[in-house]
């Protein structure tokens, strides 16, 4: 079933340096459509490297990225990042309180629409209010998720986002991660929770010393998400 | 003679006062002696030099060779500036360019406004005024535009994230060094013949003009100064995110400087003394 759906992104001998430090090394692998993809590998291993490389946030030296067949030079980057959404892993608010962040991710939004996104990362909607100056760290790990959705992406590249979170929070991440998939989005997550890429992955791309050691077709879980 | 104009005898005698500044240095063990006897030596060879280079100038070289002697103190401004933003993507043309726009723009509206007068010994010593404003907003500006953008990587990448465009993503931390970079100017605007007595007026007071004169020039010299840093750092800005950003709206990767590298930039030595 992980082999009949849609690609959503190939990398094809994707190479990257930085500063004459060698990041990734001929990564090609297929990333499916309408499913959640874990990336895993050990620290070091190029995972945030690749999943910056999906909305443009890197460049690859060699070999190329594409959405849906279409290089990703080739469409508008302004777009794309906000079909393709990045959360990075340690929170970043931009804004002075709760609603302005979401108003970050979608100018306009009004305050219904703000607490029903709230509601989706099972945040009160009472929050809209507050600053986020005193938000704890799942909190304003959940808002950055939130303000992503704002966008209306297609795909979510979340880059450990559960890393710093107490179980309950990690687990309404992982429920937005489920629920966005149902709608009919991608999610491409890095995790080093086996049980979390179980949990919610269908399949797994191990990245070791900057390469691929396992395609989607080797991949370590097919479980589908609950 | 004016007698408020020292005779080389004079200047010789001032040395004492450098002697005084060397003792209290070697008293203090500040290990400073050396570098204030050496600055002294080198601001009494310089000023010597320029002093006999201008006399040739105003008397033969006419107004190409004043601006022929602005371009030369514009490269320099630039160099200097660029040194203190080192790690910025392309700082030396931003940075020379930042000073040229803003020193041509001022001067040449004095000029065209008949403010000043089109002789080598006005465009000269006002255009090296502004020149030096220039420089120091484009430095400050520079110089803040680097540190906020590899301090704030992961501000500026979050709003890039949202499809936000690089002068969207970049605008608060460009606000904030423009706000640094002009704030001396303004201030001292403000403050002007209130807690100081500039130094063109200053000077033409001890040359014997009438205050009220001297006034004059040092109105137009504030302005000018004002709007020197303005265009200077509004340009040095602009064409630093430019820098700071690709075609792709990414953040270029920026080298880490390291506070000794800062230090061995013009920050604290004879260049910074100049910044006003």
Known sequence: MAQSAPTLFTLDRVTVRRGGTLLLDEVSCHIPAGSCTAVTGPSGAGKTTLLRLLNRLEEPDRGRVCLHGRPLPDLDVLALRRRVALVAQAPVLLTGDVLDELRAGQPGLDRAQAAGLLDQVSLPAAMLTRPTAGLSGGEAQRLCLARALAARPQVLLLDEPTSALDAASARAVEQVAGSFVADGGSVVLISHDPGQTSRIARQVLVLRARQLTASPAQTTSHRERP | ?276
């Open chain 2, 1 to 276: 003679m004016n007698p408020a104009v020292p005779t080389w005898a004079g200047v010789a005698a001032s040395l004492a006062l450098v002697a005084l500044a060397v003792a209290i240095a070697w008293r203090q063990r500040l290990r400073l002696a050396r570098e204030i006897t050496i600055a002294a030596a080198r601001a009494g060879a310089q000023l010597t030099a320029v002093g006999a280079v201008l006399l040739v100038v105003f008397a033969r070289a006419g107004l190409a060779g004043a601006f022929g002697w602005l371009a030369v103190m514009v490269l320099i401004a630039g160099q200097v500036a660029a040194r203190r933003a080192r790690g910025l993507p392309r700082a030396l043309p931003v940075a020379t360019a930042a000073v040229a726009a803003g020193t041509a723009a001022t001067v040449g509206t004095l000029l065209a406004l008949g403010v000043i007068g089109p002789q080598p010994r006005v465009v000269i010593p006002v255009g090296g005024m502004v020149v030096s404003g220039a420089m120091a907003a484009a430095a400050v500006t520079l110089t803040r535009l680097r540190e906020e953008a590899a301090a704030a990587r992961p501000l500026i990448e979050a709003r890039l994230c949202l499809g936000m465009p690089a002068a969207q993503a970049f605008a608060p931390h460009l606000h904030a060094a423009l706000r640094t970079a002009l704030i001396p100017s303004v201030d001292s605007t403000k403050t002007v013949g209130l807690i100081s007595l500039p130094g063109a007026m200053t000077g033409l007071i001890l040359a014997g003009v009438s205050p009220l004169t001297a006034i004059r020039y040092q109105i137009v010299v504030m302005y000018m100064l004002l709007a020197a840093a303005a265009l200077a750092a509004l340009i040095a800005a602009r064409l630093a995110q430019h820098a700071l950003f690709d075609d792709a709206h990414r953040l270029r990767p920026l080298p880490v400087v390291t506070s000794a590298e800062r230090q061995a930039g013009p920050g604290g030595t004879n260049e910074s003394r100049r910044l006003p």
